[in-house]
């Protein structure tokens, strides 16, 4: 079986960086998970600023050059370009899904993943060209 191309959403980035709940334990035990196969994870640029919006907030440069600096080692960080742009509207024109959750599904369906993993389960099950699988946190199998 060879590798895994999985992309996370911006919440589980934040539960795994900032939380100490169940949630957090859980996207802990799935990017072991993933380690211990050899997956590739994935996000893009707007999951990067979704998770520096907090500590920019609060004025805490230093934790956002971590933040960018964990994301930069551990996962690869997607673009969203033309090509990206093209699948965002094909994603929004075919859908009710909301313009924050269509550039991450456009940036991930571009990249060709084989699983989304997200907290958000109105994105569960549904159908993105370039995306085999979209499912929940909770769902994921480990």
């Known amino acids: 079986m060879g590798m895994s191309r999985i992309f996370w959403d911006s919440n589980l980035f934040i539960?795994?960086?900032e939380g100490n709940d169940a949630r957090s334990a859980a996207t802990k035990k799935l990017r072991k998970s993933m380690l211990d196969r050899g997956d590739q994870l994935l996000t893009s640029t707007?999951?990067?600023?979704?998770?520096?919006v907090k500590p920019?907030?609060?004025?805490?440069?230093?934790?956002?050059?971590?933040?960018?600096?964990?994301?930069?080692?551990?996962?690869v960080i997607l673009p969203f370009d033309l090509k990206a742009a093209r699948r965002y509207a094909a994603v929004?024109?075919?859908?009710?899904?909301?313009?924050?959750?269509?550039?991450?599904?456009?940036?991930?369906?571009?990249?060709g993943v084989d699983l989304f993993v997200t907290n958000d389960k109105r994105?569960?099950?549904?159908?993105?060209?370039?995306?085999?699988?979209?499912?929940?946190?909770?769902?994921?199998?480990?």
């Open 15 to 17: 539960y795994f960086l």
């Open 46 to 52: 707007l999951a990067v600023g979704e998770i520096l």
């Open 56 to 75: 920019t907030a609060k004025g805490d440069h230093a934790l956002c050059r971590l933040y960018e600096d964990v994301l930069g080692r551990t996962a």
């Open 92 to 111: 929004r024109s075919a859908t009710s899904i909301k313009g924050p959750d269509a550039v991450q599904l456009a940036c991930a369906g571009e990249a």
């Open 123 to 142: 994105l569960q099950g549904k159908r993105v060209e370039g995306i085999q699988f979209i499912v929940a946190l909770d769902q994921v199998p480990i």
